[in-house]
């Protein structure tokens, strides 16, 4: 084989690398959410934070720039929303007391920026004869949850759909203009229809699991939602995360279409992962 072969064989190896990079086929899915991870993360972060409080604080700016940005281009497209997206503060550097009743969870309680907080989509796709899980998250997640007398009466939760990010640059930009169309429809609301009873906090390291009913909107779409949530305390936030799976066709979204693409599930699983303080 002489030299020519080789040097061509060597370019097609590296475009088809390419190619399976921004597909994303290179890069493992990220795992679905865990209550457990979820502490744990934040956990190490308070950490990392109290070890350097002199840190550079230039790409907290830059996050916070980012989001800003985002939710000006939304509102610029979504002045009819249900509900409004308003990026949320960050965790203080230090934590709050620790809750060891359910009566110390009354009182308003704010989705904050987080390393675990995010919401996004989970689907199963084929990819030029391969099976793939596609994979998007948006770390824009705002809102708010009322508790008064160990009931949860009142959550309202909004996504920054403009932020979803997967794998995939070339999936990112479809999904502007097709299937969720969040260029049209930027932003995600959940809206909390009956109260939530919390009888006891759970052990310590352990979950309270619940369901949560309420009205789901997507892609200018509302449907009667009932989520799987699990969740739990650790040194005054709040943890939160569930799923539930979204039929596309009711929310009126259409599969998205490419040439690598030979087919799209049917349903979607949305998930998410919230941090929250008093």
């Known amino acids: 084989m002489n030299g020519r072969v080789l040097g061509a064989l060597a370019v ?16 493992p899915e990220p795992d679905e959410v865990n209550l457990a991870d979820a502490v744990a993360t934040q956990t190490e972060t308070n950490d990392d934070q ?42 203080g550097d230090e934590p709050s007391d620790d809750i060891s009743d359910v009566a110390q969870l009354d009182g308003r309680w704010l989705v904050r920026q987080a390393e675990s907080t995010f919401a996004g989509y989970r689907i ?39 932020g979803l990010t997967s794998d995939s640059r070339i999936r990112d930009e479809q999904l502007k203009r097709q299937a969720l169309e969040t ?3 930027p ?19 352990d979950a309270l699991s619940v369901d949560a009913s309420g009205s789901l909107h997507i892609h200018g779409v ?24 979204v039929a596309l066709a009711d929310f009126d979204i ?7 693409v030979a087919d799209v599930s049917d349903t979607a699983v949305m998930e998410f992962s919230l941090v929250l303080s008093g």
Do not use: H, M
Request: glycine share 10%.
């Open 12 to 27: 097609f190896g590296l475009i088809v690398l390419v190619i399976a990079w921004q597909l994303g086929l290179l890069t």
């Open 254 to 260: 259409e599969k998205p279409s490419a040439p690598s």
């Open 222 to 245: 509302d449907q009667p939602v009932t989520i799987a949530l699990e969740a739990t305390v650790s040194e005054g936030l709040l943890f939160v995360v569930g799923s539930t799976d």
């Open 50 to 91: 109290s070890s350097d409080n002199t840190g550079d604080t230039g790409d907290t700016t830059d996050t916070e720039s980012d989001a800003t940005t985002s939710t000006t281009a939304a509102a610029a497209n979504d002045s009819q929303a249900p509900c409004v997206y308003e990026p949320p503060e960050p965790v």
């Open 124 to 162: 199963d796709e084929i990819l030029s004869g391969a099976d793939f899980t596609a994979v998007g998250r948006s770390s824009g997640v705002g809102g708010s949850v009322t508790i008064a007398g160990g009931s949860i009466d009142e959550a309202q939760i909004a996504v920054d759909l403009v």
């Open 187 to 205: 932003t995600a609301c959940f809206s909390l229809s009956e109260p939530i009873v919390i009888d006891a906090l759970p052990a310590d390291g």
């Open 183 to 185: 260029t049209k429809f």
